[in-house]
């Protein structure tokens, strides 16, 4: 079964632009975790999805918006972008709502200049 | 907020010792997990656990959950130039998929 995907794996923006990332799930996972890592802070919560909507949300602001697709696909939208932006994304799938077992994948690196 | 408390944060061991680090929480969790981060790469979940007391073994790899639920170690036995690494734990507590992290040990294994 292929493991959880992300694209791109590398993103060179300029501050005040937005940016899209992408995640594919494991097949037949319905919930998707987004984190932003960065070596300050660690590995923190973003936002999650589970069958379309948002149920958990993190500490960050309104720049940072989500949404799921109904084939349990997710995207996370970053607008405005400022350097400190400057992370990897990383997305987790877990096979229920109710698991919380998450598998990671690759990520993001995305780059603010 | 809840956080966790990730030691050490670093380990420089020869090749062939065991291997133990510790996450604490002033918070009660109802799941932790064990992931590895390579660099460059997305955290590999090692091990599950889900309830108080219990210990799981994944080859080389034992975690626990502490009786408290406020913490959790792993160990690694007899170590390899492959556990090279950044592990993390991961709390869960509640609905849904938010896990808390913590800062991470990273491992360093001489030959």
């Known amino acids: 079964k292929a493991g959880v995907t992300q694209t791109p794996r590398y993103l060179i923006k300029t501050r005040g632009q937005q940016v899209t990332l992408s995640c594919s799930p494991i097949?037949?996972?319905?919930?998707v975790s987004w984190y932003q890592q960065t070596p300050g802070q660690g590995l923190q919560f973003l936002f999650e999805y589970f069958s379309e909507t948002q149920r958990n949300k993190g500490n960050f602001p309104g720049r940072f918006s989500g949404r799921q697709f109904s084939n349990s696909r997710s995207e996370m939208n970053v607008s405005t972008l400022e350097l400190g932006d400057s992370a990897l994304y990383l997305c987790a799938s877990s096979l229920q709502g109710t698991s919380y077992e998450q598998y990671f994948g690759p990520g993001t690196r995305l780059t603010v200049t | 907020g809840q956080q966790l408390n990730q030691s050490p944060q670093s380990m420089f061991i020869q090749e062939g010792e065991d291997v133990s680090m510790n996450c604490t929480s002033s918070s009660i969790f109802n799941t932790w997990l064990w992931y590895k981060q390579d660099p460059g790469e997305g955290p590999v979940l090692l091990i599950a656990l889900y309830k108080a007391g219990e210990l799981t073994s994944n080859g080389r790899l034992t975690a626990q959950f502490g009786i408290t639920r406020k913490d959790s170690f792993l160990n690694i036995s007899a170590s390899i130039p492959s556990d090279v690494g950044i592990y993390f734990c991961a709390g869960h507590f509640g609905q849904g998929g938010k896990l808390i992290f913590g800062q991470g040990t990273e491992l360093s294994v001489k030959p």
């Open positions: 097949s037949g996972h319905r919930s």
